[in-house]
């Protein structure tokens, strides 16, 4: 079975800064797909960004980017010029690209933002 | 597209009641998704459907727990009889996967907040 990894339960960056919050998961599969989902307070899960497993390229949205590492199985979200309403929870999801449909979700980071 | 709608937003009910949990995927979606998340456990995927059949129920905690999907456009979670463990977010997702080609993950929809005293 798959699993997912965020090892900061918490973190906080000054506005406008850079944040990279981590995650890191297991699996034996070579071909899978890798999520970062927003929770605002008001709990609605937003998509931030996907990465194929397949694709070399790092992915980006924006500010949003991911350093992608297959190899170390990691899968890194960096927020740059960071804004109020970046604070939320962030988590880090797997889903394989063949078979089961379900996303295994990491446990969250909490992003605070100071003014 | 309104996303996917769930209801209601909230719902209290005492120990023993039953509660059902509905939820409208967006249209041309064929997969569906009941997650429930708590503090303790994070998100945990309760059961989802491909074209309207339950493909993995492996999540549902027990048999007090049921879903069912009677077509396309909506879903059910019920639990009979509802406990005070039970009180968690519980959201409904949906996707759309094509047979080849790319997975542009899930929408979820707000969650229903279910408080059982």
């Known amino acids: 079975a798959q699993t997912v990894t965020q090892s900061q339960p918490e973190m906080s960056v000054q506005e406008a800064e850079t944040v990279t919050l981590s995650c890191t998961y297991d699996t034996s599969e070579s071909d899978y797909y890798l999520f970062w989902y927003k929770q605002p307070p008001s709990r609605q899960m937003i998509l931030v960004i996907r990465?194929?497993?397949?694709?070399?390229q790092n992915a980006t949205e924006n500010r949003f980017s991911v350093n992608f590492q297959k190899a170390a199985k990691s899968f890194s979200l960096k927020i740059s010029d960071s804004q109020l309403g970046d604070a939320a929870m962030y988590f880090c999801a797997y889903r394989s690209r063949f078979g089961n449909e379900k996303l295994t979700f990491g446990t969250g980071t909490r992003l605070t933002i100071i003014p | 597209d309104a996303g996917v709608i769930q209801s209601p937003r909230h719902e209290v009910t005492e120990m023993g009641q039953e509660v059902t949990l509905r939820c409208k995927p967006i249209?041309?979606?064929?997969?569906l998704f009941w997650y429930r998340q708590t503090m303790m456990r994070g998100l945990e995927l309760l059961i989802y459907f491909n074209n309207n059949v339950p493909i993995d129920d492996s999540g549902m905690p027990e048999d007090r727990f049921s879903a069912k999907m009677p077509n396309a456009s909506f879903s059910t979670l019920k639990i009979q009889p509802s406990e005070p463990r039970d009180s968690a977010v519980y959201f409904c997702a949906s996707s759309f996967l094509p047979v080849q080609g790319m997975d542009y993950g899930y929408t979820f929809g707000s969650g229903t907040r279910l408080t059982v005293v």
């Open positions: 990465q194929e497993a397949y694709k070399q």
């Open positions: 249209s041309g979606h064929n997969s």
